[in-house]
Protein backbone atom coordinates (compact mmCIF):
# COMPACT_ATOMS: atom_id res chain seq x y z
CA UNK A 1 0.00 0.00 0.00
CA UNK A 2 1.33 3.47 -1.12
CA UNK A 3 -0.25 6.65 -0.16
CA UNK A 4 0.50 9.73 -1.73
CA UNK A 5 -0.20 13.56 -1.00
CA UNK A 6 0.23 16.03 -3.17
CA UNK A 7 0.68 20.33 -2.33
CA UNK A 8 2.34 23.19 -4.32
CA UNK A 9 -0.97 23.84 -6.55
CA UNK A 10 -2.26 27.41 -6.77
CA UNK A 11 -2.69 30.57 -9.23
CA UNK A 12 0.07 31.69 -11.15
CA UNK A 13 0.93 34.33 -14.10
CA UNK A 14 1.92 32.85 -17.61
CA UNK A 15 5.71 32.49 -17.64
CA UNK A 16 6.12 32.37 -13.84
CA UNK A 17 6.65 28.59 -11.88
CA UNK A 18 5.22 26.53 -9.51
CA UNK A 19 6.66 23.47 -7.49
CA UNK A 20 4.62 20.62 -6.89
CA UNK A 21 5.13 18.29 -4.10
CA UNK A 22 4.08 14.47 -3.48
CA UNK A 23 4.71 13.14 0.13
CA UNK A 24 4.66 9.24 0.00
CA UNK A 25 4.52 6.88 2.42
CA UNK A 26 4.12 2.85 2.61
CA UNK A 27 6.56 -0.14 2.95
CA UNK A 28 8.62 -0.92 -0.45
CA UNK A 29 8.51 2.80 -2.00
CA UNK A 30 11.92 1.86 -3.67
CA UNK A 31 9.95 -0.92 -6.10
CA UNK A 32 8.30 2.35 -7.62
CA UNK A 33 8.30 4.62 -10.29
CA UNK A 34 6.31 7.64 -9.40
CA UNK A 35 4.88 9.87 -11.98
CA UNK A 36 2.74 13.25 -12.18
CA UNK A 37 -0.39 13.13 -14.64
CA UNK A 38 -2.86 16.15 -15.02
CA UNK A 39 -6.30 16.42 -15.91
CA UNK A 40 -7.94 19.98 -17.46
CA UNK A 41 -11.63 20.26 -17.17
CA UNK A 42 -13.43 18.09 -20.29
CA UNK A 43 -10.37 16.77 -21.24
CA UNK A 44 -8.61 13.14 -20.25
CA UNK A 45 -5.90 12.70 -17.87
CA UNK A 46 -2.77 13.40 -19.50
CA UNK A 47 1.04 11.99 -18.33
CA UNK A 48 3.31 14.62 -17.17
CA UNK A 49 6.59 13.17 -16.17
CA UNK A 50 7.74 9.88 -14.51
CA UNK A 51 10.76 9.11 -12.19
CA UNK A 52 12.70 5.91 -10.76
CA UNK A 53 12.67 5.82 -7.16
CA UNK A 54 16.03 6.10 -7.48
CA UNK A 55 16.51 8.99 -9.80
CA UNK A 56 18.00 7.01 -12.42
CA UNK A 57 15.26 7.14 -14.95
CA UNK A 58 12.77 9.84 -15.69
CA UNK A 59 10.26 10.31 -18.82
CA UNK A 60 8.66 13.68 -19.48
CA UNK A 61 5.81 14.35 -22.24
CA UNK A 62 6.53 16.08 -25.22
CA UNK A 63 4.37 19.34 -23.97
CA UNK A 64 6.53 19.96 -20.86
CA UNK A 65 9.64 18.98 -21.67
CA UNK A 66 12.62 22.10 -21.08
CA UNK A 67 10.09 23.34 -19.06
CA UNK A 68 9.22 20.73 -15.87
CA UNK A 69 11.77 19.20 -14.34
CA UNK A 70 10.77 16.20 -12.06
CA UNK A 71 12.90 14.68 -8.95
CA UNK A 72 13.06 12.94 -5.61
CA UNK A 73 14.24 13.31 -2.63
CA UNK A 74 14.47 10.09 -1.21
CA UNK A 75 15.83 10.85 2.09
CA UNK A 76 12.19 13.06 2.73
CA UNK A 77 10.02 10.02 0.23
CA UNK A 78 8.98 12.89 -1.97
CA UNK A 79 9.01 13.85 -5.47
CA UNK A 80 8.71 17.09 -6.85
CA UNK A 81 7.51 18.61 -10.11
CA UNK A 82 9.16 22.46 -10.96
CA UNK A 83 7.41 23.92 -13.05
CA UNK A 84 8.65 26.59 -15.18
CA UNK A 85 7.93 29.36 -18.06
CA UNK A 86 3.58 28.05 -17.41
CA UNK A 87 1.39 28.42 -20.17
CA UNK A 88 -2.47 28.73 -19.74
CA UNK A 89 -2.50 25.21 -21.17
CA UNK A 90 -1.19 23.83 -17.96
CA UNK A 91 -4.06 24.90 -16.14
CA UNK A 92 -5.06 21.15 -14.47
CA UNK A 93 -5.21 19.13 -11.26
CA UNK A 94 -2.33 17.46 -11.08
CA UNK A 95 -2.06 14.46 -9.97
CA UNK A 96 1.16 12.32 -7.97
CA UNK A 97 0.76 8.35 -8.98
CA UNK A 98 2.86 5.25 -8.10
CA UNK A 99 3.86 2.34 -10.44
CA UNK A 100 5.94 -0.52 -10.32
CA UNK A 101 7.91 0.92 -13.52
CA UNK A 102 8.90 4.07 -15.41
CA UNK A 103 6.00 4.60 -18.16
CA UNK A 104 3.62 7.39 -19.55
CA UNK A 105 0.50 4.72 -19.68
CA UNK A 106 -2.02 5.55 -16.91
CA UNK A 107 -3.06 2.39 -16.76
CA UNK A 108 0.19 1.46 -15.15
CA UNK A 109 -0.12 3.30 -12.38
CA UNK A 110 -2.47 1.47 -9.00
CA UNK A 111 -1.65 4.17 -6.01
CA UNK A 112 -3.05 7.89 -6.65
CA UNK A 113 -3.25 11.41 -5.17
CA UNK A 114 -6.41 13.08 -4.62
CA UNK A 115 -4.88 15.74 -6.89
CA UNK A 116 -3.75 20.04 -6.69
CA UNK A 117 -5.24 22.50 -8.42
CA UNK A 118 -2.89 24.47 -10.89
CA UNK A 119 -4.36 27.65 -12.45
CA UNK A 120 -2.22 29.79 -15.09
CA UNK A 121 -3.59 33.12 -15.94
CA UNK A 122 -2.11 34.36 -19.29
Known amino acids: QVQLVESGGGLVQAGGSLRLSCAASGRTLSSYAMGWFRQAPGKEREFVATIAWSGASTLYADSVKGRFTISVDNGKNTVYLQMNSLKPEDTAVYYC???????????????WGQGTQVFVSS
Open 97 to 111: AAARGVGSSPSMYRY
